[in-house]
């Protein structure tokens, strides 16, 4: 019987897909109601935001920082790109995390947690370009590590672990691969391919184990109690192209037992590959169960009271809600897998990604639709067991300008989930601010869903493609952002300038207080390796200084107390002027300082 109702519905959807797409969506007016709402639509010049934003960066390989719900950007922290207003892929100090590669996509930044809510202390986000995790301190809101995730491709849903603590995370791959990917062997085989589910120690940033699985893994999650993660898979048919990958009806959400896979480590159950701890999750091992659920899911989203998981499927028009409690009966084979699912309803035309309210409300995006659809959980639960007919969980639609991919509410990852700010993360803007040409922005729509009903509040033109993004309660994060570093936490910090010379290396440490740095000229000789170690010794919050080296592709930033270095070959002979970048003094122009490069005598 589902075979023929989901096999109808995909049909009907896909053509949906198309149209919309070539259509390039509605034209929908918004209503925006005369509504009590318990929060504000407004920041006041002056007044500070509720929210700190985390907005992942798509190709930008960034994390941006706004403010909810002024929706104001306050910074861009590069992660896996090159950016001059810190120095990022610049100085000596990130070239050593970025090894080289500079292009990046990060997809979905979440926090650290403890016991069910954020501690404060670090960011995550991935990179699906280059199969790579990068953690940011929030103290500094900067990025500290960067690794790479071996056997994984298109390395896309990252979540840490919720309970008790961030010691895990895990990252899924998107798209399968040979294991291992050499190039030897059948590489046109698409069905000999795997998918690997990593779980990564947050602390460490090091790979414990990799559970290898017959499909691809998109979307991660984890639970409230410390057991699960979760992972949507649309892809079992190992299908290398998109007729291939719709094959089957049903595909699967995934569910991995954490205390399974810690007792596989510790039997030795495992292989090792490339020195990767290589565990064994085809379905009906002990380690991973595999809930079928409507074909081609993307989003999986943990309900802030720990009991449920929503997944959605991109061509069903319903979304699938699993109970978590049953799933320990499921591993232990006193259920089927499908037992573990509670309701089914229906919502709308392409839901993607659910949120929370934290009042037993779901939220999720309808991409085809262009809607947000808050829904009721229990009612969906209740419905499915009664099997009513003509009755629906769904409370209230708000149309969105237009296409939306994911969708997060304040807190919502949390078990604070507070139900008072939505974010619709719109695709296509089409024609809701200026034009300025092919590409472009996205639109990031501010919702409030303090009300039964959900007022539309804020455009907001988002540069391409945020995909995903967290809102974070002030007060976890504001009292733990400083104003500086410890000067001595980097190792090269100088409070004298001094130039060292061995053989044709020079390093040349110098101070930056403005409106000055601690030497006014250096002299190379044309091919020396020279390092300049800055330190900037402002104590004054907000007085950054830059050191921009004229003709050498050299300029970065350095904040109160910190301290960046650079090594070049000075292969340009001449006078070449280190100036300072960033407006510090009212003598700022005159920051700046000669580098002499002697020319080599003429053989
Ligand atoms: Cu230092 Cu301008």
């Known amino acids: 019987m589902f075979r023929n109702r989901w096999a109808i519905r995909t049909a009907l959807l896909i053509g949906a897909i198309a149209g919309v797409l070539a259509a390039g969506g509605g034209v929908f007016t918004a209503s925006v109601e005369a509504q009590k709402t318990t929060t504000r639509h407004e920041v006041r010049p002056g007044e500070l935001d509720d929210y700190y934003g985390f907005w992942s960066g798509g190709q930008s390989g960034e994390i941006r920082v706004l403010g909810v719900p002024s929706m104001r950007l306050f910074k861009r922290i590069p992660v896996f790109n090159i950016d001059c207003g810190s120095g990022w892929g610049i100085t000596n100090e990130s070239k050593a995390l970025l090894k080289g590669t500079f292009v990046g996509d990060t997809h979905h930044t979440h926090g650290s947690y403890k016991n069910g809510t954020y501690d404060g202390k670090y960011l995550f986000v991935n990179d699906k370009a280059n199969n790579r995790l990068a953690r940011i301190r929030i103290d500094l809101l900067e990025t500290d590590a960067i690794i790479s995730i071996p056997h994984c491709q298109?390395?896309?849903?990252?979540?840490?672990?919720?309970?008790?603590?961030?010691?895990?995370?895990?990252?899924?791959?998107?798209?399968?691969?040979?294991?291992?990917?050499?190039?030897?062997?059948?590489?046109?085989?698409?069905?000999?391919?795997?998918?690997?589910?990593?779980?990564?120690?947050?602390?460490?940033?090091?790979?414990?184990?990799?559970?290898?699985?017959?499909?691809?893994?998109?979307?991660?999650?984890?639970?409230?109690?410390?057991?699960?993660?979760?992972?949507?898979?649309?892809?079992?048919?190992?299908?290398?192209?998109?007729?291939?990958?719709?094959?089957?009806?049903?595909?699967?959400?995934?569910?991995?037992?954490?205390?399974?896979?810690?007792?596989?480590?510790?039997?030795?159950?495992?292989?090792?590959?490339?020195?990767?701890?290589?565990?064994?999750?085809?379905?009906?091992?002990?380690?991973?169960?595999?809930?079928?659920?409507?074909?081609?899911?993307?989003?999986?989203?943990?309900?802030?009271?720990?009991?449920?998981?929503?997944?959605?499927?991109?061509?069903?028009?319903?979304?699938?809600?699993?109970?978590?409690?049953?799933?320990?009966?499921?591993?232990?084979?006193?259920?089927?897998?499908?037992?573990?699912?509670?309701?089914?309803?229906?919502?709308?035309?392409?839901?993607?990604?659910?949120?929370?309210?934290?009042?037993?409300?779901?939220?999720?995006?309808?991409?085809?639709?262009?809607?947000?659809?808050?829904?009721?959980?229990?009612?969906?639960?209740?419905?499915?067991?009664?099997?009513?007919?003509?009755?629906?969980?769904?409370?209230?639609?708000?149309?969105?300008?237009?296409?939306?991919?994911?969708?997060?509410?304040?807190?919502?990852?949390?078990?604070?989930?507070?139900?008072?700010?939505?974010i619709s993360l719109n695709k296509i803007s089409k024609d809701r601010f200026l034009n300025v040409g092919p590409i472009k922005p996205e639109n990031d729509q501010l919702v409030d869903i303090s009300g039964e009903k959900m007022v539309l509040v804020e455009d907001e033109p988002a540069y391409i493609e945020p995909h995903d993004c967290i809102m974070v309660r002030r007060d976890i994060i504001e009292p733990l952002v400083k104003h500086r570093p410890r000067m001595d936490e980097h190792p090269l910090a100088t409070t004298k300038s001094s130039v060292e010379r061995k053989g044709n290396k020079v390093t040349v440490r110098l101070t930056a207080s403005a409106p000055v740095y601690g030497m006014q000229e250096v002299t190379v000789n044309q091919g020396d390796e020279v390092t300049f170690i800055v330190t900037n010794t402002d104590e004054i919050p907000d007085l950054s200084h830059g050191f921009c080296v004229s003709n050498y592709n050299v300029n970065f930033v350095v904040g109160p107390y910190q301290t960046k270095s650079v090594t070049f070959v000075a292969n340009k002979p001449g006078v070449h002027w280190i100036y300072c970048t960033n407006f510090c003094h009212a003598l700022h122009l005159e920051m700046r300082m000669r580098f002499m490069v002697k020319a080599r005598a003429k053989a």
């Open 154 to 422: 298109g390395t896309h849903g990252t979540f840490p672990q919720r309970f008790p603590q961030t010691d895990w995370l895990v990252m899924n791959s998107e798209f399968q691969v040979p294991l291992t990917n050499d190039g030897t062997g059948d590489m046109r085989n698409a069905k000999a391919y795997s998918g690997v589910h990593t779980i990564i120690d947050a602390q460490k940033m090091e790979v414990v184990c990799q559970i290898v699985v017959p499909t691809n893994l998109d979307l991660a999650a984890t639970d409230y109690k410390g057991l699960y993660s979760f992972a949507t898979s649309y892809n079992p048919e190992n299908g290398a192209t998109v007729s291939e990958m719709l094959a089957n009806d049903r595909d699967y959400l995934v569910v991995f037992n954490w205390e399974a896979i810690r007792a596989a480590l510790k039997g030795g159950t495992y292989k090792v590959v490339n020195g990767v701890k290589m565990l064994d999750g085809k379905p009906g091992s002990s380690l991973a169960l595999y809930i079928p659920v409507p074909k081609n899911p993307h989003g999986v989203n943990i309900s802030p009271d720990g009991k449920y998981a929503v997944c959605s499927g991109k061509v069903s028009p319903t979304a699938t809600v699993v109970e978590i409690d049953r799933i320990a009966d499921a591993f232990a084979g006193k259920i089927k897998p499908m037992d573990c699912i509670v309701a089914e309803p229906e919502i709308g035309l392409g839901p993607l990604h659910t949120t929370y309210d934290g009042r037993g409300n779901a939220y999720t995006s309808l991409f085809i639709d262009s809607q947000i659809v808050k829904w009721n959980i229990q009612k969906a639960i209740d419905i499915y067991k009664s099997q009513k007919k003509g009755e629906t969980a769904v409370v209230d639609r708000l149309d969105i300008h237009y296409q939306v991919g994911h969708t997060m509410a304040s807190m919502a990852e949390t078990k604070e989930a507070d139900g008072k700010y939505l």
